[in-house]
């Protein structure tokens, strides 16, 4: 690895977690715009013009806040809480392919910070770890909404983790390979994954949602019952980080499935029209941000579309529906894949 | 239990078929409920640019007339604090001297007239009762302030003032002139009939 | 070079936070500094080139299994003021079993098998397709077996879960 490849790596690292962040900031902001439309209203139109700069003004009343910490709380879990959440959020842009690989002057330069072979696991690691922030920062608080709304957390991602962790087991069947830019180098054209595995990327979805604790899953932070959930105590920038991971983690599982299920920077026809490589990089570069950018407004749509879940029917829903659903997908992916195997068997 | 109008709807609660049981026409379709307001017309008015237009005959904040010599027209004979439902009106009489005929147009004046807005509740039966034509309502909003006490407006805020005085056309048309000449149509006068 | 940095590093930080989740008054606590020695054995296992089973390891242990302890602790309200207090004859029979072990386990370890010589020790064999190859070509029966003593835990589980059986 040579210093140049290093210094490239350091600023394609920083290039990723400022469009992490700038991404997640305007998730703010377009999500309150996206209600509004939907509810026949207009939305932030005061800051800027139609209220483009509505986040720099939430970001400043976020700092400018007064920060309170519980007395009777758990002050070094307490702050801690909301960084790991954030940690978590940001950890899992590492491996995703946000286009081809560039070639400049000889030298090939790949648009993913790193394409490590157990990416998938990584990806579904990191994920698992993200409970951690909820819990601490919910136990810590020393309130019983905001315990309810950590353990509520912490159930809930245990309990979809399951079905996630088999869809993905199914996709991972069909591609061969837990590398995820292997996985998106893989489905040229159209050749997408969501046709070979329709029920796999259905539970998915579903999944990714429960994960990222959006609605119709925001069981842990139900206001209707548990005043704010796990951040009922925390204020200022720290309940801005615990709102701003779930953007991040909301952008990130867009992401995720757009280069899972949607052929990441892949775009059909594309090769036919486009033959220099550095411009199909960045041409790959900007569809995985449209198709990311559809996912993002899926997440809202849904969000101001369904009804929350009872904590039973949430329940029920992961373990007796989507677990032996995608159990199910998995055996038919399997049979699929031994299908000669399976045929020669009864022939002969 | 016997039914007593027709209206009452009976609950089926059938079974569900396999596709309403899988829930995801019924969510997609939803979505695209929703869908649908996205690009729907969206009625918000935006208020410091945007201001709906008022009726002409909005009742807001009260004006104490004057004549069109520039005196008071309002002689504090107490009807306009009689018809207040909300009782919201009070004020003290006092006698003209003389020389200041410009002042106040007839014998006896209001020494100090006060409204208070928090216990008014914009009727216009002042309007109503008033045989002098001194009060009426207008199109200007009461403004939001900080205390109890600045909300009880007095002679300075209500009095209109010589320079600019407000304009009434709209509310105070020949018919409606013509109309307040027959007062048996004035509605607490017709309340005191029937009874 | 840099690698035996690395291990002196995790070691020292595996084994201080080893020493933390014994000696933190909270339970919680012990629980936290755990997961940040499961997270320093994982490094390990990336230093050993075994990035499947340092993945896994995250995922199950830190990730499901510490999850769930944690749960169970915070659910249990554990105080030091209401922690019973343990008699000399506890503490006392805690030590030697405790010693007991630790000796059976050097002797065991004493005795195994041979480690190969660094020069010679592939490095692959922590990738995932020579695990795979690995674990269902030669150890195929008693991966199935350890499969059925997981259904045999959740049909289990689902028998203590039911309220009444009919």
């Given at each position: 690895m040579t210093l140049g490849f290093l210094i490239y790596k350091i600023i394609f690292v920083l290039i990723i977690f400022a469009i992490t962040l700038l991404v997640a900031t305007y998730s703010t902001y377009a999500e309150r715009k996206i209600a509004a439309f939907l509810q026949d209203r207009i939305g932030?139109?005061?800051?800027g013009p139609f209220g483009i700069l509505q986040p720099l003004a939430d970001a400043v009343k976020m700092f400018m806040k007064e920060e309170m910490i519980p007395s009777v709380s758990n002050r070094m879990l307490f702050i801690i809480g909301p960084g790991v959440c954030m940690l978590t959020a940001c950890m899992?842009?590492?491996?995703?392919?946000?286009?081809p690989a560039m070639n400049i002057g000889g030298k090939v330069y790949p648009l993913q910070i790193t394409d490590l072979n157990i990416g998938v696991l990584y990806l579904f690691g990191v994920v698992s770890l993200g409970v951690y922030g909820i819990m601490i920062g919910g136990w810590a608080s020393n309130n019983k909404f905001s315990l309810l709304g950590a353990i509520r957390a912490s159930s809930q991602m245990i309990s979809y983790e399951v079905a996630m962790g088999i869809s993905i087991i199914a996709l991972v069947m069909t591609t061969g390979t837990l590398s995820l830019g292997q996985i998106a180098a893989d489905q040229?054209?159209?050749?997408?994954?969501v046709f070979i595995q329709p029920l796999g990327f259905l539970i998915f979805i579903i999944c990714a949602f429960a994960e990222t604790n959006r609605?119709?899953?925001d069981l842990p932070e139900c206001e209707t019952e548990l005043?704010?959930?796990?951040?009922?105590e925390y204020s200022s920038m720290k309940l801005g980080f615990f709102l701003f991971a779930e953007y991040i983690n909301m952008f990130i599982s867009s992401a995720v499935i757009s280069t899972f299920y949607f052929g990441g920077y892949n775009m059909p026809f594309i090769a036919r029209f486009v033959h220099d490589p550095n411009w199909l990089a960045v041409l790959g570069f900007v569809f995985l941000f449209t198709k990311i950018s559809f996912f993002i407004f899926v997440f809202m749509w849904v969000r101001w579309t369904l009804p929350r879940f009872r904590y039973d029917q949430l329940m029920n829903l992961g373990w007796k529906i989507l677990i032996p659903l995608s159990i199910l997908n998995l055996l038919i992916t399997g049979g699929w894949m031994m299908r000669s195997e399976i045929l020669h068997f009864f022939i002969k | 239990m016997q039914a007593l109008t027709n209206r009452s709807k009976v609950v089926a609660k059938k079974e569900m078929t396999f596709i309403e049981k899988l829930y995801l026409p019924a969510i997609f379709s939803g979505m695209i409920i929703t869908f649908k307001h996205f690009f729907r017309r969206k009625p918000t008015i935006k208020y410091p640019e945007q201001i709906r237009p008022f009726s002409g005959v909005y009742r807001g904040q009260h004006v104490l007339k004057r004549d069109e010599n520039g005196?008071?027209?309002?002689?504090?004979?107490?009807l306009c604090a009689v018809a207040c439902p909300a009782e919201a009106i009070t004020m003290i009489s006092a006698e003209r001297k003389p020389g200041e005929e410009n002042l106040y147009r007839e014998e006896k004046y209001a020494a100090t007239y006060e409204i208070n807005m928090l216990r008014?509740?914009?009727?216009?039966d002042c309007e109503d009762a008033c045989p002098k034509e001194a009060i009426f309502l207008t199109e200007r909003k009461v403004d939001s302030l900080y205390t109890r006490n600045e909300l009880i407006f007095g002679k300075d805020i209500l009095v209109e003032s010589r320079e600019n005085p407000i304009d009434l056309s709209k509310r105070q048309t020949p018919q409606v002139k013509e109309f307040k000449?027959?007062?048996?149509?004035a509605h607490n006068v017709v309340f005191e009939k029937k009874k | 070079m840099i690698t035996t940095y690395l291990f002196y590093l995790l070691a020292f930080l595996s084994i201080m936070f080893g020493l933390m989740v014994v000696f933190a008054k909270n339970p919680v606590h012990s629980v936290l500094y755990l997961v940040i020695t499961f997270f320093t054995i994982a490094g390990q296992y990336v230093l050993l080139n075994a990035q499947f089973l340092a993945a896994v390891h995250i995922i199950v242990y830190a990730g499901a299994i510490m999850v769930l302890f944690l749960f169970v602790i915070m659910l249990l309200n554990l105080n030091k003021e209401t922690e019973p207090h343990k008699s000399l004859w506890l503490k006392l029979s805690a030590t030697i079993a405790s010693g007991l072990l630790l000796v059976v386990l050097v002797g065991s370890l004493k005795n195994a098998g041979t480690i190969p010589h660094p020069a010679n020790f592939?490095?692959?064999?922590?990738?995932i397709e020579n695990l795979g190859k690995t674990l269902f070509n030669d150890f195929l029966l008693p991966f199935e077996v350890s499969s059925i003593l997981l259904l045999a835990a959740m049909v289990g589980a689902v028998m203590l879960g039911k309220k009444s059986i009919k």
């Open positions: 932030p139109d005061r800051a899992t842009g590492v491996v995703i392919p946000w286009g040229p054209g159209m050749h997408w994954n609605a119709p899953f005043v704010g959930g796990y951040h009922t | 005196a008071e027209r309002c002689t504090a004979c107490g008014c509740i914009f009727c216009g000449h027959h007062k048996e149509f | 592939n490095t692959n064999i922590g990738l």
